[in-house]
């Protein structure tokens, strides 16, 4: 079964602060994507980025940053020097290839609230 | 850019009606999809289509029907509202079949059920 656990339900900075998001995911698939998607208060899921399970580099997206293990199953999103813009519930989410027809497995969300 | 829009951002119906929610793609995407939003319960998928009048059932299909006639729109019929489907709803789209599409969501549709 596939399964994706967001801890934090709801996190609160001060702006300029560095915060990290945490994802912990399960699946018996051997091949999966990771996603992270981003809700403002507007409504639409905007996609950041996707993952496969084969490329465990880090990514860094300006002050975006996302850090994948394998070996805790964990695919954490880290936002430096964070803004007011950066406000919004972030969903964490998994694909399984040998579970098939891009279904997507989200976790409960977290809330972030950057404060001026 | 994928552009996913929904005919209403807010809707309020009453119990017992029938309900019909739009989507339209614009990027000639093969898979269209409706999910459910509910607070502490993340996003639920409820019915997906990968083909002009195909579609599979999701986890939560109970009391929902879907129509897709055309390859851009995917439309979600509530055949009889109930207050438990208060509720937000996300339509998505993606280009074709496989664990690594991205999906392409819409701005969403906030619905209340009196």
């Known amino acids: 079964a596939q399964k994706v656990t967001q801890a934090q339900t709801e996190i609160s900075v001060v702006e300029k602060e560095d915060v990290t998001l945490d994802c912990v995911y399960e699946?018996?698939?051997?091949?999966?994507?990771l996603f992270w998607y981003k809700q403002p208060p507007s409504g639409e899921l905007v996609f950041l980025i996707r993952r496969n399970s084969f490329d465990e580099q880090n990514e860094i997206s300006g002050r975006y940053s996302w850090n994948f293990q394998k070996s805790t199953s964990s695919f954490n999103f880290t936002i430096t020097a964070s803004q007011v813009v950066d406000s919004a519930v972030y969903f964490c989410?998994?694909?399984?290839?040998?579970?098939?027809?891009?279904?997507?497995?989200f976790g409960t969300g977290t809330r972030l609230t950057v404060i001026p | 850019d994928v552009k996913v829009t929904q005919s209403s951002r807010y809707l309020v119906k009453r119990t017992g009606e029938k309900v019909f929610l739009e989507c339209v793609q614009d990027m000639d995407h093969e898979n269209m999809f409706w999910y459910r939003q509910d607070p502490g319960l993340g996003l639920r998928l409820i019915y997906f289509?990968?083909?002009?009048?195909?579609?599979e059932k999701g986890d939560i299909p109970e009391g929902y029907s879907v129509s897709r006639e055309k390859k851009e729109r995917f439309s979600l019929i509530l055949e009889s509202a109930s207050t438990n489907q208060t509720s937000m709803y996300l339509c998505?789209?993606?280009?074709?079949?496989?664990?690594?599409?991205?999906?392409?969501f819409g701005p969403g549709t906030r619905l209340l059920v009196l």
């Open positions: 998505a789209s993606s280009p074709g079949q496989g664990a690594q599409e991205t999906q392409y």
């Open positions: 989410a998994l694909s399984g290839v040998e579970t098939g027809a891009n279904n997507l497995f």
């Open positions: 289509s990968y083909d002009v009048k195909m579609k």
């Open positions: 699946t018996r698939d051997t091949t999966y994507y």
